[in-house]
C-alpha cells in the first residue's frame, strides 16, 4: 500500500506521462502536474482509455497504467519532444510582438542560434518580442512553409524547437 507522499509521486508520474503523449499529438495539454488526481487528470485518462478500447472509468487501475505507460514509451520514442517553456495556457498559445518574459527570451535565443543557419538579421539580447524579432518568425515561417504571420505560434514553435534539435544533434560532437 502506498502512503500519502508515494501516492503523489505516483500521480505526478501519471501526470507526466499524459503531458508528453499529449504534446506528442501536438496537443496543448490541460494536465498539471502536481500530484493530485483532479478533473484533468480525470479526463485525460478517460480520453486514453477510449483510445485504447479500455472500459472509461477515469481510474488509473493496472490495465490503464500500462497503456499509457506503452503510449508514453511509443511517444518518446518517435520524434523529439517541444520544449515546454513556451505559454501553454489556452489564451497565450501565440507570442505577439510586444510581448515580454521568460518565453520570449528563449525564442530569441532558439532564433539566434539559428542565425547560422538561417539568413536572419542578429537577434537583439532583451525579453522584448520586437520588430527583428518579427521579421525573424516571418522569414523562418515563410522558408518552412507556415503561415507567415509574424507571431510565434505553437506550430511555428514546435517547428523551432524541432530545427533547433535537428541541427544540434547533427552538427555536435
Not at 63 to 68: A, G, K, L, M
Not at 72 to 91: E, G, Q
Not at 102 to 122: C, G, H, M, N, W
Request: no cysteine; net charge negative; proline share 6%.
Amino acid at each position: 500500500m502506498y502512503d500519502i507522499s508515494q501516492r503523489s509521486e505516483a500521480i505526478r508520474e501519471l501526470q507526466r506521462y499524459l503531458r508528453t503523449i499529449e504534446g506528442g499529438r501536438a496537443e496543448p495539454s490541460q494536465v498539471t502536474v502536481d500530484g493530485v488526481y483532479g478533473d484533468s487528470t480525470r479526463r485525460a485518462v478517460r480520453e486514453q482509455q477510449a483510445r485504447a478500447g479500455l472500459p472509461v472509468t477515469g481510474i488509473t487501475d493496472r490495465r490503464t497504467w500500462d497503456e499509457i505507460y506503452l503510449e508514453y514509451l511509443a511517444v518518446i520514442s518517435a520524434v523529439p519532444l517541444p520544449l515546454y517553456v513556451f505559454p501553454l495556457s489556452p489564451d497565450v498559445y501565440s507570442i505577439l510582438p510586444g510581448s515580454g518574459g521568460a518565453p520570449v527570451r528563449f525564442l530569441k535565443l532558439i532564433l539566434s542560434e539559428l542565425t547560422q543557419y538561417y539568413d536572419f538579421a542578429p537577434i537583439p539580447d532583451s525579453d522584448i518580442y520586437d520588430s527583428e524579432t518579427e521579421a525573424a518568425i516571418r522569414y523562418f515561417q515563410r522558408i518552412n512553409g507556415l503561415g507567415e504571420t509574424g507571431e510565434a505560434d505553437i506550430e511555428t514553435r514546435n517547428r523551432l524547437v524541432s530545427e533547433y534539435n535537428r541541427i544540434i544533434t547533427r552538427y555536435s560532437g
